[in-house]
């Protein structure tokens, strides 16, 4: 019986180490808890693809020791659509950030959700474009400086990718935080076991342009900050909520048509 | 077999599927809706895939997903999808993906005229994505080649691991023509023959899908052979997409896409291809009857151009006459490739009115007398 790290290993490609993410980034603890979860669930690094779009979360399918699919920006769903429908054997993850998943790709977002297609979306929720250097995101904060809403901050209100994902379709719905690190890979194994489309939303610090824009400083003083901006559902006097939403057992989308790639049919 | 009448766009989804086609997403747009019906109507009972997408890019991207699943996937659009399509196909471009995508020309740009016919998608198939790429691009101008086209169209995209792009017009979709078409075959599983594992991914090698031995890396970075970002200047993406380029440069069945008709004695001839090209042909049989040495080059190929033949008819003829559906464009590569060899006239428009053959005939007419003079 392996330890359990080594098992973890499996699912990791150590020799990239470190990341390209900016020291403190919450990716990385992201990455761990995706590795955590798949090496629970057990399938073979082969029958397992990681599906990135564009932005610090698009990078993620590298540091797995799975297949990888870096894409286009925002479209990630779309090709994991293809993907897991022309092989619905293998096992599909999407990573993506809150610009790819819910600006250029919302189209994509709100449709694989209706569709109930069976992927897991772990949306990477860091309120800011990192990749190209801080500017305003669907989920920036009303009120968040960044380098296109400076002075007194974004004056959008911003979008609650758990809610518009219930109201799309979605059957998994989850949302935890990089501080929350016992309880990330629980949901996002729970998303990859769920049948139909899962989505994860997890709040991840951005050190390097979200804080020190806001002045929340250093990651450790973010990961402080994270949990005391969440609260449980029922709390009401804080921002983001944790916890499962949604865990329906509906047909996937395939299900009812009975449609099913001649190649899993051989 | 019996003849029957069939329409341009079902005799493309017969080709498709005869091709080995198992896998389509698309986006209903006209002129090229019937195409994703059909599609729906045959693909799952054959045990393939068919899915109406959200838009153009996600059908696009779908196709690409489904092709790294192993799929022989394709999609089918008109102008505004393909200008969305383009991201996507740069990219099945550059992750060397095999696919094939119809584009139903319709008047542009914009919405244009939505159900008239045109030949102004030329230079955007060869070059409408970012970026230097292979690009094959095939065109038909019966309801029959319609369905050879697109068949080998799946042929091409296997050999040379890159998206096919196959031209029609609004006319040769819609038209119907009795063909005999060759009964389908058996739907088999028709594995890619490069997943032995011990290949690289990328390069001049068979395509290999997920779901082999071992993992494989796909990206749109510029990428080595064995598929891993390397982003810093002078990296393998430039090598890899130069031996695609020379690839296609030298298969025979892109170089030889020409027909000729009438060319042997010709003393001036046209070039067309698609809807035009049949009434070219016309043309050139009237003036033929009238007693005129005319003749008729019909590209079946537009991309890579056929040069060999367009050099060879310019070293013979007084005068070539380019024919489009559009405002001048394959007009200016077939004059780049003539180099001054011969006078090279051209003769378009983009009204959504088809050139008439009596159009043809009097503009080759005017260019004999005028290079005579």
């Not at chain 2, 914009?110 to 970026?131: C, E, I, K, N, W």
């Not at chain 2, 309801?143 to 017009?169: C, G, I, M, N, S």
């Not at chain 2, 428009?349 to 080759?364: E, K, M, N, T």
Request: charged content about 20%; proline content about 7%; aromatic content about 6%.
């Amino acid at each position: 019986m392996p330890r359990f790290g080594e098992s973890v290993d499996r699912y990791l490609r150590r020799e990239l180490l470190p990341t390209v993410w900016c020291p403190g980034c919450g990716n990385g603890s992201i990455v761990q808890a995706l590795a955590m979860a798949l090496a629970r669930i057990g399938r073979e690094p082969e029958d397992v693809v990681v599906v990135g779009g564009i932005g610090c979360s698009g990078r993620t399918p590298f540091y797995l020791a799975t297949n990888a699919l870096h894409t286009t920006h925002g479209r990630a769903l779309a090709f994991a659509t293809g993907l897991k429908l022309a092989r619905p054997d293998l096992e599909v993850v999407v990573t993506s950030g809150d610009g790819d998943s819910l600006a250029i790709g919302g189209n994509h977002f709100i449709h694989a959700a209706r569709r109930n297609l069976d992927v897991t979306l772990l949306l990477f929720n860091n309120a800011i474009y990192g990749m190209t250097g801080g500017q305003a995101a669907p989920t920036t904060p009303t009120g968040s400086r960044t380098s296109t809403s400076p002075g007194s901050g974004s004056t959008e209100r911003s979008f609650d990718a758990v809610e518009l994902a219930m109201a799309a379709g979605a059957t998994f719905v989850a949302r935890t935080t990089t501080f929350d690190v016992q309880e990330m890979p629980l949901y996002i194994e729970r998303a990859i076991r769920h049948r139909g489309f899962s989505m994860v939303e997890i709040i991840t610090q951005c050190p390097t342009y979200y804080g020190r824009l806001n002045r929340l400083g250093e990651a450790p003083a973010m990961l402080v900050w994270e949990r005391d901006m969440t609260g449980e559902p029922s709390d009401d006097q804080h921002g983001w909520k944790t916890g499962v939403f949604r865990d329906d057992d509906l047909p996937a989308y395939g299900d009812l048509t009975g449609q099913n790639s001649v190649r899993t049919r051989a | 077999m019996a003849l029957r009448m069939v329409m341009g766009n079902e005799a493309a989804v017969q080709g498709a599927l005869a091709g080995g086609c198992d896998f389509y997403a698309g986006y209903p747009i006209t002129p090229a809706t019937e195409i994703l019906e059909e599609m729906g109507r045959r693909l799952p009972p054959r045990g393939g895939v068919f899915l109406q997408m959200e838009d153009e890019l996600a059908a696009m991207a779908a196709v690409v997903g489904a092709a790294w699943g192993g799929a022989r996937a394709m999609t089918a659009t008109s102008g505004p999808g393909f200008s969305l399509m383009q991201e996507h196909i740069g990219y099945a471009a550059i992750t060397q993906t095999p696919c094939v995508v119809i584009d139903v020309q319709r008047g542009g740009p914009s919405t244009g005229l939505p159900t008239l016919p045109a030949q102004g998608d030329v230079m955007q198939a060869r070059y409408g994505t970012h970026g230097d790429r292979p690009a094959i691009v095939l065109t038909a101008s019966s309801v029959r080649e319609a369905y050879t086209t697109t068949r080998k169209a799946f042929q091409l995209a296997e050999r040379h691991r890159t998206p096919v792009v196959v031209l029609l017009d609004a006319v040769i979709a819609h038209m119907r023509e009795p063909v005999e078409l060759p009964p389908l075959p058996e739907p088999a599983l028709n594995p890619w023959p490069g997943s032995s594992g011990t290949e690289p991914p990328f390069g001049a090698h068979p395509f290999t899908p997920f779901g082999g031995p071992s993992p494989i890396v796909v990206t749109g970075l510029s990428h080595g052979e064995d598929g891993w970002p390397r982003t810093g200047a002078g990296q393998a993406t430039e090598r890899m997409l130069k031996d695609a380029i020379a690839g296609i440069a030298e298969d025979p069945s892109l170089t030889q896409g020409v027909e000729r008709y009438c060319m042997d004695d010709a003393t001036v001839a046209v070039v067309a291809y698609g809807i035009t090209a049949r009434a070219a042909h016309a043309a050139v049989e009237t003036l033929r009857a009238e007693g005129e040495r005319a003749g008729l080059l019909k590209l079946d190929v537009l991309w890579p151009l056929p040069e060999a033949a367009l050099l060879e008819a310019a070293e013979q003829v007084d005068g070539l006459l380019v024919v489009e559906m559009n405002l001048g464009q394959l007009v200016m590569p077939v004059r780049a490739v003539v180099g001054g060899r011969t006078h090279v006239a051209h003769l378009g428009r983009a009204d959504g009115l088809l050139l008439s053959p009596d159009v043809i005939a009097r503009r080759l007419q005017a260019l004999t007398a005028s290079v005579r003079s």
